[in-house]
Structure formats: C-alpha cells, structure tokens
C-alpha cells in the first residue's frame, strides 16, 4: 500500500535582489501548486492525504474545502505552532469543514503524545530534515507503526536495500525508474510506503524568484508535476493500491 500525502506549506519569504511578493502572493502561489496536484491526482483516480500548516488554515479555507471535495483526507502539519495554536485550527477546521482531523505531522518540534492524544487525535506522522546530504545517511530504524496511549505512530518509510527515505527531497531528485524500483523492492518487504511531498516544490522558480539553494530548484515546477503524474501513471499500471491516511491506519 503507498500512503501518498502532501504538505501544504508556503514558500519561504527570501527573495533574490529587488524582487518582493506580500504574503497574499505567496500564498496564491501555493494554492495554485496544491491545484495542479490535485488536478494530476484527479487524473490518475489516486485519494491523498493533506496536512496543512497551521497558520494556513484560515487563509486557505476554500482551498481545504476543495481538497475535501475530491475525496482526500486533510490533517494538519505542526512547523512550530504550541499547543494551544493546534487546539485552535482544529477546531476551526473541523467547525467549516464538518470533518474530524484524525491526524497531524510534525517536523522536528514535536509535542508529547499525550498533548496531542488530548486533542483527540488518532495519529502522529514525525518526519526529519532533509537536505541534499540526506540521502547519502544509511539509515537504520524500526518503520513500524506503533502505538501509543492509543495513538498510531507512523515514521518515515525507508527503502530497506538503499536506506534511502521515501521524503520529499528523495522523490525530487532521484531517477524516476531508481524511485520506482525503490518502491517495487520495498513492497515486497513492508505492509506501506509512506511518500510525502510539499506544495512548494511544484513552484515555477524561473517565475517567481525565491531564493532556495540551487539543488532545489532541479526538478522542481512543471517537471514535477510531470514527475508525479509518470509515477502515479505507473502505480495504476502496476496496480499498486493507494489510500488515505486514515483509511489504513484505521
């Protein structure tokens, strides 16, 4: 099973030279990437999961509803909000939405399980940093998922020949047929494959002039949505099942 999920997260506000966009642009940008995905899920009949950062969960309303519209699960993404600013978008987002939020992501500030199990959620997914030494780590760690005081831990998924994890950085650069012979050896040995990417990757940064590292603009915009749309083509030519977070935890 691939568990494919996507973070909704704004491009970060570092321009080249004279070059400036408010945080309205920024965030259209950011609708219209999370668009195309959609579009290319909806291509393919391929269901997702969302988390939305927390400070995005007002501004993007129509775009959560959206989401929600085509069948897709939203959850929520944790970069550095408290508790009490997680209480806060859930229960916005559960009010307009009239949808539980089961889960929620967290990268490297991550609350207690217990604070979240308080806020009624059902699991955490904890992912790491990824830059371009990345890859390179060996990595050894248990991908199981776990329980605890009755919430399910998802970690990262890791391709158990290479060690290489199945994040968002790894998707971007790697091959596609590498990437895809990842995925065919690690079914063989594990139950899922949890693939995360994020909305800013699909930015055309020729248009907008963000300054990012140079290494992540390779394959990024239209090539990346040609990527995705290649690699989900392939799953339903291999009839690799896809779901939603919460349908296969739960």
């Avoid at 998707?171 to 990437?179: D, H, S």
């Avoid at 030519?237 to 779901?243: H, I, M, S, V």
Wanted: hydrophobic share 40%.
């Amino acid at each position: 099973m691939i568990l494919l999920t996507f973070n909704i997260i704004n491009n970060k506000r570092d321009f080249k030279n004279n070059y400036r966009l408010n945080d309205g642009e920024i965030t259209e940008i950011t609708i219209d990437n999370v668009s195309s995905v959609l579009r290319i899920l909806e291509n393919n009949n391929i269901l997702a999961t969302f988390f939305i950062e927390i400070s995005l969960v007002v501004t993007v309303q129509p775009l959560i509803k959206k989401i929600i519209s085509k069948g897709h699960e939203i959850a929520l993404y944790n970069a550095d909000s408290n508790i009490t600013e997680i209480e806060t978008a859930k229960q916005l987002t559960e009010a307009f939405t009239e949808k539980l939020i089961r889960g929620i992501r967290q990268k490297e500030v991550n609350l207690s399980v217990d604070a979240l199990k308080k806020l009624e959620f059902s699991y955490i997914s904890n992912i790491e940093n990824a830059n371009i030494l990345f890859p390179l780590k060996r990595l050894q760690r248990s991908t199981e998922i776990i329980e605890e005081n009755g919430v399910s831990i998802i970690p990262e998924s890791i391709s158990p020949y290479s060690q290489i994890p199945y994040n968002d950085f790894v998707f971007q650069m790697v091959p596609l047929k590498f990437y895809q012979n990842m995925v065919t050896e690690t079914l063989k040995n594990e139950d899922f494959i949890l693939i995360y990417l994020n909305s800013w990757q699909f930015t055309d940064f020729e248009k907008y002039q963000f300054k990012i590292p140079f290494y992540r603009k390779y394959n990024s915009g239209r090539k990346m949505e040609d990527k995705l749309e290649h690699f989900l083509q392939w799953c339903n030519t291999n009839e690799l099942a896809c779901a939603r977070m919460r349908d296969f935890i739960f």
